[in-house]
């Protein structure tokens, strides 16, 4: 490359112009002095024309169709003609966008799948879990309520879509669930029968009301299930790997998405219309 820089204003037989910065280069010299090179240059699609000393001609750009896939999928053009400065400050800026509707998804995707019937494991009802427990116990409630897994309410009988009621420990805890007639009834009518001995309470309540024998559980009047619906349950670890798998792929597929957009609103608008591109 010669030390004096190639004249602005008139071309030079078999020269070329640099897209970059405008200059006019001899056609025996292949890169300009601010360091783009000819060979790279029609690499990537332009066309350089060699023609008799006349009116400057300008480097025809080529259309993003025939940029192959990328052209087709982001419409990729140069972006040379755009400052660097706003280059850099526009790219950042979409990937800051792009990071942020990730993290967004992710946060509000990636949750728990919804407790219902198909997706939980039933560990064992207050119904079951009184009846195995001991015989003189007082209360199983609270023993229930301490037990491994979450506390809610679901019927026996039911669809697979159904879900898992949430209930609050407070509103158990006023109940009482033993195998002992007799506190069932003192719990069921406070200071009545504080003063029967048990066993005369007890028969006296299965004479007159034989229901009472398959009765283990005095609940609430704010339930409206039976203890046999009152569950401890765990979610399958099975859902749990589904639902974050189809998670994850709504976060990929939705982010790739918003990201094709970014580009292409790059490439195709600001570089395309709003920065004038160079024309034959």
Request: net charge positive; with cysteine.
């Amino acid at each position: 490359m010669t030390d004096q820089s190639p004249d602005r204003g008139e071309r030079k037989p078999g020269g070329w112009q640099c897209p970059t910065c405008g200059r006019h280069i001899p056609g025996q010299i292949d890169v300009c002095r601010c360091g783009s090179e000819r060979k790279r240059l029609e690499a990537l699609g332009y066309q350089f024309e060699s023609a008799p000393p006349g009116p400057t001609r300008r480097v025809v750009r080529p259309r993003a169709q025939s940029r192959g896939l990328a052209g087709t999928l982001i419409g990729y053009q140069p972006d040379t003609d755009l400052p660097a400065g706003w280059r850099v400050t526009l790219k950042a800026l979409a990937v800051m966008a792009i990071v942020a509707l990730g993290a967004a998804l992710v946060r509000f995707t990636h949750t728990e799948p919804r407790p219902v019937r198909g997706n939980v494991e039933i560990l064992q009802t207050l119904d079951g879990f009184t009846r195995t427990a001991s015989a003189d116990t007082p209360n199983a409630i609270p023993a229930f309520i301490a037990s491994h897994g979450r506390l809610g309410v679901l019927s026996a009988a039911g669809m697979p879509d159904d879900p898992v009621r949430s209930i609050r420990e407070s509103d158990l805890g006023e109940g009482v669930c033993t195998q002992s007639v007799a506190r069932q009834v003192r719990h069921e009518y406070p200071g009545y029968y504080e003063q029967w001995p048990d066993d005369r309470l007890e028969r006296m309540f299965l004479d007159k009301y034989p229901q009472y024998t398959s009765r283990v559980c005095v609940l609430s009047v704010r339930f409206d299930a039976p203890a046999t619906d009152i569950v401890k349950y765990e979610l399958k670890p099975l859902a749990v790997f589904v639902h974050s798998v189809r998670s994850w792929l709504v976060t990929l597929v939705l982010t790739a998405a918003f990201a094709l957009v970014c580009v292409n609103l790059y490439y195709r608008v600001i570089i395309g219309y709003l920065v004038t591109p160079l024309e034959a």
